[in-house]
């Protein structure tokens, strides 16, 4: 039998350990409830290691007396071939808590599970057997939430309808039911990924608002009112000529910024995607650093009001003084970093790398925006001539 120690990531960059198993095709999975800090936390490093070594300890407890997984999956079978669609997300929904989901994921998965008991309901299949599950109830309740449901209590917003992402989410949280009920050995295929294109959710062309250079020198150029709107507007302005999220910027901490070659470089582990960042800063980034306090490493360099719609507050005050009229928040600066960027002509794999994307599909949709931009230039030769 194969015993290995798995991690899964959970919100705040925590990360929840557990042991999976493996014989014959069998495979089963045990929540140790142990779970490791942010590598960039306080005590971090000690609290991963111990924490770490339990886990080794408890592995090797299993090694010796390992868990019989045949005759319970021999069971889950048994079990399986009476399962309902309902009963089986019923399952999946205690499977999540245990999981340490947390209470808003919990929530939307509950909500999922109404919304296809409503739909069965409608199609008296209420008492469907997951294992008969096929492509033509897939697809029927796709059709439901897509032309047919209303939430009654967001009736005045688009009738009701839901809105793309929460399609898109609904598709994916239902794909994943299938596929926990596959690995479960309930169910020999997921019926979502008989459906074609047409037939699945997809979210729109989102488009994405950046600052011009002369844009961006308006907004920096503006007389802040308070201490508060004066750091976001410097962290904005630095984020625009790094791409570091709001999340980044918030603890980025001075011992962040190194002298490498002679420049002075970010260099941390992104929160969000957990991937290095390595970002050499210009004459134009480093002015917009504040003066240091303290003499302390470990202080941050921005000290930005935590909540980020307090945050997104000041830059829509700091761009209607500069008389901005786009709808701008923290996050376009990313935008604005990826736009001038390309737009000056840097290789799109740089641009990638600073933006830190895993595909430089994400990074191509700035490519195309800067060449709309450029065709838009072009077309006003048009007539000249004439």
Same mark, same amino acid.
């Given at each position: #039998? ?16 557990? %042991?999976? @198993? ?8 045990? /929540?140790?409830?142990? @779970? ?13 290691? *111990? ?11 299993? $090694? ?16 399986? /071939?009476? %399962? ?31 919304? &296809?008991?409503?739909? *069965?309901?409608?199609? =008296?299949?209420?008492?469907? %057997? ?7 109830? &897939? ?15 967001? &009736? ?20 994943? $039911?299938?596929?926990?009920? #596959? ?12 459906? /074609? ?12 608002? @950046? ?29 625009? #000529? ?5 999340? =980044? #910027? ?15 470089? $970010? ?9 290095? !960042? ?16 303290? =003499? ?25 003084? !500069? ?36 595909? $430089? ?13 450029? &065709?838009? !230039? ?9």
């Amino acid at each position: #039998m194969k015993i290995e120690i798995k991690e899964r990531k959970l919100t705040e960059g925590k990360r929840a350990l557990y %042991l999976e @198993y493996y014989e014959t095709g069998y495979r089963k999975r045990e /929540n140790l409830h142990l @779970y490791l800090l942010p590598d960039d936390a306080v005590g971090a490093a000690k609290h991963n290691r *111990l924490t770490y070594n339990k886990a080794m300890e408890i592995r090797a407890e299993r $090694i010796l007396t390992p868990p019989v997984l045949e005759k319970e999956n021999a069971k889950s079978e048994e079990q399986g /071939n009476g %399962l309902t669609w309902l009963q089986w997300c019923d399952d999946y929904i205690k499977w999540s808590v245990d999981c340490g989901n947390c209470k808003k994921m919990i929530g939307h998965k509950n909500v999922v599970r109404k919304r &296809i008991a409503t739909y *069965l309901r409608r199609v =008296d299949k209420k008492d469907i %057997l997951l294992k008969d599950v096929s492509k033509d109830e &897939i697809c029927g309740l796709f059709d439901y939430m897509r032309n047919k449901y209303r939430n009654k209590r967001q &009736i005045k917003t688009n009738g009701g309808r839901l809105a793309d992402y929460s399609l898109l989410l609904f598709e994916e949280t239902v794909k994943a $039911i299938f596929n926990k009920a #596959m690995r479960e050995g309930l169910v020999k295929f997921n019926p979502v990924h008989s459906l /074609n294109k047409l037939e699945r959710f997809h979210a729109p062309d989102k488009h994405r608002e @950046y600052l011009t250079p002369e844009e961006l020198t308006r907004f920096l150029a503006v007389e802040a009112e308070c201490e508060n709107e004066r750091t976001v507007q410097l962290a904005f302005g630095l984020s625009s #000529m790094t791409a570091l999220r709001l999340g =980044d #910027m918030q603890h980025l901490r001075w011992c962040d910024i190194k002298m490498i070659d002679g420049v002075p470089t $970010i260099s941390i582990i992104q929160r969000k995607t957990k991937r290095p !960042a390595i970002i050499p800063l210009n004459e134009m980034a480093q002015s917009l650093l504040p003066p240091r306090t303290d =003499d302390n490493p470990e202080s941050l360099v921005f000290h930005l009001v935590k909540k980020s719609d307090n945050v997104s507050k000041y830059v829509r005050r700091l761009k209607e003084k !500069a008389g901005i009229e786009k709808d701008l928040t923290y996050h376009c600066s990313r935008h604005t970093t990826a736009s001038l960027a390309i737009s000056a002509g840097a290789d799109i794999s740089a641009v990638k790398d600073v933006l830190g994307h895993g595909s $430089i599909t994400s990074t191509e949709v700035y490519a195309k925006v800067a060449l709309e931009k450029k &065709i838009e !230039a072009v077309n006003l030769f048009n007539g000249v001539f004439d």
